[in-house]
């Protein structure tokens, strides 16, 4: 089992940053590609960017590109979110997510995070 916790959620201004962490335990994800996703209220969970086990492949959704980035540590058992330019509309429960398929269809990851909350103010 892979174990997948969250952090760096918060309260931020419109056009600011946050940086979110996923911390992985349990079984190694070196070998994993990693992921995040968010969920606004009354809405369907989205696909927000995902990486691939050596970094070198990076996936995001149009609705983050330029302001997203998606990273990974060498140890490959942690993965940032680095969003910058934030907008009201980013506002959501940000989830981590892990499975061992980098092309895995969306939504399908084997291993979910709890979600952490990231609000921006207008």
């Known amino acids: 089992q892979v174990q997948l916790v969250e952090s760096g959620g918060g309260l931020v201004q419109d056009g600011g940053s946050l940086r979110l962490s996923c911390a992985a335990s349990?079984?190694?994800?070196?070998?994993?590609?990693m992921g995040w996703y968010r969920q606004a209220p009354g809405k369907e969970r989205e696909f927000v960017a995902r990486?691939?086990?050596?970094?070198?492949?990076?996936l995001y959704a149009d609705s983050v590109k330029g302001r997203f980035s998606i990273s990974r540590t060498s140890a490959k058992n942690t993965v940032y979110l680095e969003m910058n330019s934030l907008k009201s509309e980013d506002t959501a429960v940000y989830y981590c997510?892990?499975?061992?398929?980098?092309?895995?269809?969306?939504?399908?990851?084997?291993?979910w995070g709890q979600g952490t909350q990231v609000t921006v103010s207008s």
């Open positions: 990486i691939s086990w050596g970094g070198g492949t990076k």
């Open positions: 349990g079984r190694p994800v070196s070998s994993y590609a």
């Open positions: 997510a892990a499975d061992p398929e980098l092309y895995r269809a969306y939504d399908t990851e084997a291993y």
